[in-house]
């Protein structure tokens, strides 16, 4: 299994910013995609930024500009730098991540696996 865990986030005030981290762990083989998306009360979760095995990176429009998604070179780690925060920026940010990880006698099995998420709050 592998997992992942989320943190960085907080309040901030309009026009701040913050930098959210997601560290996967576990029986990794090799990691593909990284995503983070967020999701508020009574929405769906929106993809919010992505960075494949090759470092492309894709972004909503929302957040072309403002928002900066990177991982470590062990790509273990990934990061969202958020700055010139809005109002509408307040959700739940969760990170997600595919790849293989070892199964039993070390069998390479396909894994989807998501965090628990991290509140961001972007108010005065």
């Known amino acids: 299994q592998v997992q992942l865990v989320e943190s960085g986030g907080g309040l901030v005030q309009p026009g701040g910013s913050l930098r959210l981290s997601c560290v996967a762990s576990?029986?990794?083989?090799?990691?593909?995609?990284m995503e983070w998306y967020r999701q508020g009360s009574g929405r769906d979760r929106d993809l919010v930024a992505s960075?494949?095995?090759?470092?492309?990176?894709n972004y909503a429009d929302s957040v072309k500009g403002r928002f900066t998604i990177s991982r470590d070179n062990a790509k273990t780690t990934m990061y969202l730098q958020m700055n010139s925060l809005k109002p509408e920026d307040t959700d739940v940010y969760y990170c997600?991540?595919?790849?293989?990880?070892?199964?039993?006698?070390?069998?390479?099995?396909?894994?989807?696996?998501w965090g628990q998420g991290t509140r961001v709050t972007v108010s005065s």
């Open positions: 997600a991540a595919d790849g293989l990880h070892y199964g039993e006698l070390g069998v390479p099995i396909a894994f989807r696996s």
């Open positions: 960075i494949a095995r090759d470092d492309n990176t």
């Open positions: 576990g029986s990794i083989g090799s990691i593909n995609r």
